[in-house]
């Protein structure tokens, strides 16, 4: 489903005015190769095209919360935007942060993104059932490798917890700065399984490093229809990731309407619908009053899940 409120043709400054010759430059909080790195890059390719080159840049660590507490300062700067979603929302309370999205200026919704509960290849777990049979005997050993304290993958790990009728505080999660070092603790035994954006691990999956028992999808998904969903296994539970971009808190209305502008017509640009279909993102454009709307409803949402799960 695709909602925009793109400022009306041919009014207004273009996010080029607005620039005055700087550099677009687009902060990835995340360490390289995880979903906000992934999707800072196939914007910087995207956006070549309207207003040249672009510099993307990591700031790591902390669920995207250490890049949040340096982004803030850049103030009334239209010059910096910053790839965020559902994980720093939940990272900001789960670390107590001092800073939320609420002290940016959310520009645009870009893409929905599903999780992949995966095992080792060489796993016993070879089916959703056998997990949660698992879960039910013995919650605190099924270690579970996945991203920051308070990230999608942790309220996914809650809420699966719940499902079998446990207590979601018990569960043995292994909190990571990015999906490599994750996917290291599950392979070395660490952990029993592992919970990733399924765009970071799907190369594992297809090369066999990894296997899949389900996604997190209210359906089967069509880059991977060979992999069920939770609540075919018994779990009744779905959940999506969500990515977009925010702009410093101070900018002015001028800039704001213009650098939505730009991000909307970057996502119709032939290079942003080919990294939707290679990357498997769905499109979630979304832009103006109703998506600084959505940031406000979810980081309320959030706060209340990491609550009643005993992550808050």
Known sequence: MVATAPAEEGTGSTAVDVLDGAQLRIMAPAAPGGGWDQTSREMQAALRELVGRTEVYNVAGAGGTIGLSQF????DDPAQLMTTGLIMVGAAKANKSAHSLADTTPLVRLTTDYQAIVVPAASPLRTTADLAAAMRADLPAVSIAGGSA??????LAGLM?????GNPA???YVAHSGGGEALTTLLSGRAVIGISGLSEIQPQIEAG???ALAVSSPERLPSVPGIPTLREGGLDVELQNWRGVTAPKGISDEAEQALETLLLDMTRTSAWQDALKRRGWGDATLAG???EEFVRTEQDRVSQVLDEIGLG
Do not use: M, Y
């Not at 308070?150 to 309220?155: D, K, L, P, T």
């Open 72 to 75: 803030v300062r850049f103030d």
């Open 150 to 155: 308070g990230g999608v993958e942790q309220i």
């Open 161 to 165: 917890a719940k499902a079998v009728g």
């Open 170 to 172: 018990q569960v043995s």
């Open 209 to 211: 490093t990894v296997r």
């Open 289 to 291: 009053p109703e998506f």
